[in-house]
Structures are given as C-alpha cells and as structure tokens.
C-alpha cells in the first residue's frame, strides 16, 4: 500500500542537527528516510526506507520507489527547464511536464569547447563535428581546423 506524504522543504542549515550527513547520492537516502521526485506535481517526497511507492499527499499521484542502491542521476529538461530525476545509465529521459525527450548524456560521453565568436564554454557530444553557440548562433567546428569552415558555416 503506497504511503501518503506530504512534501517536506530542505531544512535550513541552522536547523539541522550537528550530526547530520546530506544525502548519499545513491538513492537520496538519509538513515531511515529517502526523498524521490512526485511523478505528478513533481515535489520532492520524503518516504521511509523500505517503502515500494509514495502517494503524494498535494496531487495524490503514486510514484514508485526505485530498489535499493540504484543510482540516480539529475539532468534540466531542455524544453521547460524542470528538473528531472532518472536512474544512471538511461539514454534519454521524457519530461512529465512537457514531454519533451532529452538525451541523458554520462560525464564521459559529453566533451566541452569554447565558442570560436564569443568564447562561452559549450557542452557538447563526444563525435560531433562541430556545435552551435546557444548565445551568439555561432557554429565551432570541433576536432579539426576552425578558421575556414566556420566561417564557412557562419556565412
């Protein structure tokens, strides 16, 4: 039977008690306590360790509570900008607000260059050829010369 919570804020530091250790990032546990995400209002729940799923006692949606010692990993949406919680290792992650589908890239899988017009630092996927300035359009070949193509591209 799932159990209702209600959602509980982060408490202030000021609050917290001396020997408080922040959550582990396997599963967001904190001794007898987890917090996981609502699948509906999207919440952050707090539940007992050892509960299979959680009513959100807002929206009274029941989320399920992933096993034990399963990694969880965090990535924005690119369409509305919600934050979304999902286990490690999946591929692409859909939103529950927008449904918009985004890739969940690993650390290992994304590499990272400056804009070759206004130097912001871009991420991009390890085996692209080149990636587009979010901020000034601006298209940065990678891996090879920069100077002709881009200007190429830019043109």
Do not use: W
Request: charged share 5%; aromatic share 4%.
């Amino acid at each position: 039977m799932p159990v209702p919570l209600a959602p509980y804020p982060t408490p202030p530091a000021t609050l917290l008690a001396p020997a408080y250790t922040p959550p582990s990032p396997a599963n967001g546990s904190t001794g007898g306590q987890s917090q996981l995400v609502c699948s509906g209002c999207r919440n952050l729940l707090m539940y007992p360790v050892g509960a299979t799923s959680v009513c959100c006692a807002v929206c009274n949606a029941v989320t399920a509570v992933p096993p034990p010692g399963t990694e969880m990993a965090q990535l924005v949406c690119g369409g509305c900008h919600t934050l979304l919680m999902y286990i490690r290792g999946a591929t692409s992650v859909q939103c529950s607000c927008c449904h918009t589908v985004n890739l969940a890239l690993e650390a290992n899988q994304v590499a990272h260059v400056n804009c070759g017009s206004c130097k912001m630092l871009l991420m991009y996927q390890y085996g692209a050829r080149s990636v587009k300035c979010a901020v000034c359009t601006f298209i940065t070949s990678v891996g090879g010369s920069t100077s002709t193509t881009d200007q190429k591209l830019n043109n």
